[in-house]
């Protein structure tokens, strides 16, 4: 069993950056596949980027490509997600998934374990 924890949310005017954090609880966070996604109101969640367990690959959403940087820092249990230049658009609550397996998916069904998701607003 995974616990996550999401913080690092808040209110931020456009262009401008927040350093997300998704706290594991687990001894073998390191095998676990990451994911960021996030859910703006009216709309189904969708992903916004994927590392695989050792960090050697990430793989991300066409619309955050060059502004977001997904790493983890596996002797803390932690995963970040780092938003430059943020957007209007860029407003949602943001979820991190855990995964077992050792692929990298951007498929929501694919993920196991879920935090509990962390308000990001961009104002323009």
Do not use: H
């Not at 803390?76 to 609550?93: C, G, H, I, R, W």
């Amino acid at each position: 069993q995974v616990q996550l924890v999401e913080s690092g949310g808040g209110l931020v005017q456009a262009g401008g950056s927040l350093r997300l954090s998704c706290a594991a609880s687990g001894r073998t966070f390191s095998s676990y596949p990451m994911g960021w996604f996030r859910q703006a109101p009216g709309k189904e969640r969708e992903f916004v980027a994927a590392i695989t367990g050792s960090g050697g690959r990430t793989y991300y959403a066409d619309s955050v490509k060059g502004r977001f940087t997904i790493s983890r820092d596996n002797a803390k249990n932690t995963v970040y997600l780092q938003m430059n230049s943020l957007k209007p658009e860029d407003t949602a609550v943001y979820f991190c998934a855990a995964r077992v397996g050792s692929e990298l998916a951007i498929a929501q069904y694919a993920y196991d374990y879920w935090g509990q998701g962390t308000q990001v607003t961009v104002s323009s």
